[in-house]
């Protein structure tokens, strides 16, 4: 059974500080790694993906991966109220055609001004 | 504008009342997924279509039929509701990069 952990939160940051949200994963073949965010009452909607270890940046996201240790990061610089909101971690391996993600439960973020 | 819609929004119905949840999408896209989210548990996928036709289980297919007739629509069909399939379903459109639609929120009573 293929597991993605995230620390529920809620995680409370001041405005402009830099968030820092994390992800564990149980399978070591897993290939892609995404981080959406969830407004209270909405559906989740994309912020980033990430195939290769390292970092990738995108405005004011960064996504970290670390296979090795079986990690994915998401930092969110210049944290605003805007932010605040569920970030769910999802995982897939994709072999032999899976096409099935995983999902953390989410991790809840608190920017307050 | 790149859109997944998905009807009805809101739906209480009796156990054993067979329903049908729509879901359409205008990106062209093959593949399209349905999860449900619960409290706890968060998002399950439910089947998943990689194209017209072709369709498969994902972690909790029990109590679920999906079917691809065209490539814009994957309808999510309950044939016996029962209390346990009381959640937040969502249909998604796109391998990597999923879009969701709006949700549906279902109670069985």
């Known amino acids: 059974q293929k597991e993605v952990e995230q620390n529920s939160g809620p995680l409370s940051v001041p405005e402009g500080a830099i968030a820092s949200l994390n992800c564990t994963y149980s399978?070591?073949?897993?290939?892609?790694f995404f981080w959406y965010r969830q407004y209270s009452g909405k559906s989740p909607e994309l912020i980033m993906s990430?195939?290769?270890?390292g970092d990738k940046e995108d405005g004011r996201f960064t996504a970290q991966l670390n296979k090795a240790s079986q990690y994915v990061s998401l930092l969110i610089r210049d944290s605003q109220p805007s932010d605040s909101a569920t970030y769910l971690c999802?995982?897939?391996?994709?072999?032999?055609?899976?096409?099935?993600?995983?999902f953390g439960r989410g991790t809840s973020l608190i920017v307050h001004p | 504008e790149a859109q997944v819609t998905q009807n009805p929004r809101y739906l209480i119905t009796v156990t054993g009342k067979k329903l049908t949840v729509t879901c359409s999408q205008n990106?062209?896209?093959?593949?399209m997924s349905w999860y449900r989210q619960d409290p706890g548990l968060g998002l399950r996928q439910i089947y998943y279509?990689?194209?017209?036709?072709?369709?498969d289980k994902g972690d909790v297919p029990e109590g679920y039929k999906v079917s691809r007739k065209e490539k814009r629509n994957f309808p999510l069909i309950l044939e016996s509701p029962s209390p346990n399939q009381t959640s937040l379903y969502f249909c998604?459109?796109?391998?990597?990069?999923?879009?969701f639609g709006p949700g549906t929120r279902l109670t069985v009573l």
């Open positions: 990106m062209n896209h093959e593949y």
């Open positions: 279509s990689m194209n017209v036709e072709v369709t």
């Open positions: 998604a459109s796109g391998l990597d990069t999923q879009y």
């Open positions: 399978d070591r073949v897993s290939q892609s």
């Open positions: 999802a995982v897939r391996d994709g072999r032999g055609g899976s096409y099935i993600p995983t």
């Open positions: 990430i195939y290769s270890n």
